[in-house]
């Protein structure tokens, strides 16, 4: 893989050996302003309002007969008398790394050729955020979840999502009604399957809250505890369950790596126990939050050892392929200079409001704009900015990154299956 002409060569942090190499990608250039590049490199748009996680819930609660949802993925044609929809998002599961995991996951690629279609995960392509809009069915700048990380607006403080319990509160964080709260306000029978220590987390309770909680650690006790939520009771029913091993695997090992290709393998374990059990009038509806890349070790910038990038820089947060920068008064011009210089065409740096204007959020109220930092600063390619002495460690020796939005990233599928 070429560099960016004139792309000044990062500072090589430390990364495992198997970052060294080239990324599951299908192949493509790097990123130039105004040359093209390969596919899965090349940005894609969020689709919200059609083609999005978001228009997910909805459309399943349209089948359900929920007074008020909108089909906005044309969900009931295909599904009509179904009165049980189970919903499952596979963590890093993206579309272009389906061709990739075919060879593990036979059960899961013959859905995907003959039912799957392509959505967009919203933006940031991260799990707080995709989680969130999948739960609310509105777009990020709605529900306030921007990012794996945001500064809490007044303070210094960097929330991070994932280990988020109750300051801020999950009600005022996240303000949007559930699409779980308005299936059971409607009479549906809800149930939210996932890993035990999820149980009432910050980020559990600002997607899901209003459904039943059942902690399942596995794949076995996660297609068991679904299953028998999908046949319990008579009347309509919703089921959704998470399953994280893919992206973890890809983040620690690599897109394609053996830990990766025995995760996937797990995923058609699973998939082929959910399709077997499903009762005559249930669906299944099969997801993810996001895809991933491998990001090798001489793409990685650390804003913690080049002064260029600190200078200004009061608070970072995001993450590694979409950095939010919240800068000292008066400073926003000189850091999206120094940003731009340093970066050159491995991101594309634009003040607040530009990022804002180009619709990646959806619309942003004025009580969210000040998660999102003065400066956004949007990786491109293969390119990540760590903060190696700010940040955990562990981010450093990560392998596979997503949070951008190129192709690879923001691809995600939807696999739709009847009893």
Request: glycine share 12%; with cysteine; proline share 9%.
């Amino acid at each position: 893989m070429t560099d960016p002409p004139g792309t000044p060569t990062p500072t090589p942090t430390p990364a495992p050996a198997a970052s060294a190499r080239q990324p599951v990608l299908g192949g493509g250039p790097s990123y130039t302003p105004g040359v093209k590049r390969g596919p899965l490199l090349t940005p894609v748009a969020p689709g919200y309002g059609g083609g999005s996680l978001g228009d997910l819930l909805p459309s399943a609660l349209a089948v359900l007969g929920v007074p008020g949802a909108a089909d906005l993925l044309g969900l009931t044609a295909g599904l009509a008398g179904v009165r049980r929809v189970a919903v499952l998002l596979v963590d890093g599961l993206g579309w272009h790394q389906i061709p990739t995991a075919a060879p593990y996951a036979p059960t899961l690629a013959g859905l995907a050729a003959t039912t799957g279609r392509q959505l967009t995960c919203s933006f940031p392509s991260t799990t707080p955020t995709s989680l969130v809009t999948l739960g609310t069915g509105a777009a990020p700048g709605a529900h306030g979840v921007l990012g794996f990380t945001l500064r809490v607006p007044g303070t210094d403080r960097v929330l991070n999502h994932i280990d988020w319990t109750d300051d801020p509160s999950p009600l005022r964080w996240q303000p949007v009604t559930t699409q779980l709260e308005r299936a059971r306000a409607a009479g549906v029978a809800v149930t939210v399957v996932s890993r035990p220590e999820f149980a009432g987390t910050g980020l559990t309770l600002a997607a899901n809250r209003g459904g039943d909680y059942r902690g399942a650690a596995g794949i076995d006790a996660l297609a068991v505890t679904m299953l028998a939520a999908l046949a319990a009771g008579s009347g309509p029913t919703l089921v959704s369950g998470y399953h994280p091993d893919v992206d973890r695997n890809g983040h620690l090992s690599g897109v394609d790596s053996t830990p990766w290709r025995t995760a996937v393998a797990e995923v058609d374990a699973l998939l082929a126990r959910l399709v077997d059990g499903l009762p005559p009038d249930a669906a299944l509806l099969v997801t993810a939050d996001h895809g991933q890349l491998d990001v090798p070790a001489g793409h990685r910038f650390d804003l913690d050892t080049d002064p260029r990038l600190r200078a200004g820089v009061r608070v970072v947060a995001g993450e590694p392929r979409v950095r939010y920068l919240h800068v000292a008064p008066g400073a926003t011009a000189d850091v999206v200079a120094a940003w731009s210089g340093v970066l050159g065409g491995a991101a594309r740096v634009l003040t607040r409001a530009e990022a804002v204007a180009a619709g990646w959020f959806g619309p942003v109220p004025e009580e969210h704009l000040g998660r999102l930092g003065d400066v956004v600063v949007i990786c491109n390619d293969t390119y990540a900015v760590l903060a190696s002495r700010s940040e955990s460690p562990v981010l450093s020796r990560l392998v596979a990154f997503h949070g951008a939005d190129t192709a690879a990233e923001m691809a995600i599928p939807l696999l739709v299956l009847r009893g």
